[in-house]
């Protein structure tokens, strides 16, 4: 299994910011179709952010604020997270899907993933 590695995840006052990044890691496995979930206890797996095909989406509550972009020489991809807010609390994690289709939204139709990173906004 291709297991993803993000990082940049901390702790930051309300309004701050963080980026986060994800790649391959060891494995050599093309950065394509990657989206960004977060999750917190009790709750679902919610999806943020996703790239692929010249294709972005957003989750509404994160449009204006998140920006998904990759760094195609570093085989890498990233969130700018902008004018976070407590309600932005959470394990954020990268994955991949291998094609395609269902929705970018649904952690079910993404096959590989990263460990998390935990995000944490005060206020």
């Known amino acids: 299994q291709v297991q993803l590695v993000e990082s940049g995840g901390g702790s930051v006052q309300a309004g701050g910011s963080l980026k986060l990044s994800c790649g391959a890691g060891?494995?050599?496995?093309?950065?394509?179709?990657i989206g960004w979930f977060r999750q917190v206890p009790g709750k679902e797996r919610e999806g943020v952010a996703y790239?692929?095909?010249?294709?972005?989406y957003y989750a509404d509550s994160v449009k204006g604020r998140f920006t998904i972009s990759q760094n195609i020489a570093k085989n890498t991809v990233y969130l700018q997270m902008n004018n976070l807010k407590p309600e932005d609390t959470a394990m954020y994690y990268c994955?991949?899907?291998?094609?395609?289709?269902?929705?970018?939204?649904?952690?079910?139709?993404?096959?590989?993933w990263g460990q998390g990173t935990q995000v944490t906004v005060s206020s």
């Open positions: 994955a991949a899907r291998r094609s395609s289709g269902g929705s970018w939204s649904d952690p079910a139709d993404f096959h590989y």
């Open positions: 060891k494995y050599a496995y093309s950065m394509n179709r």
């Open positions: 790239t692929g095909g010249s294709s972005t």
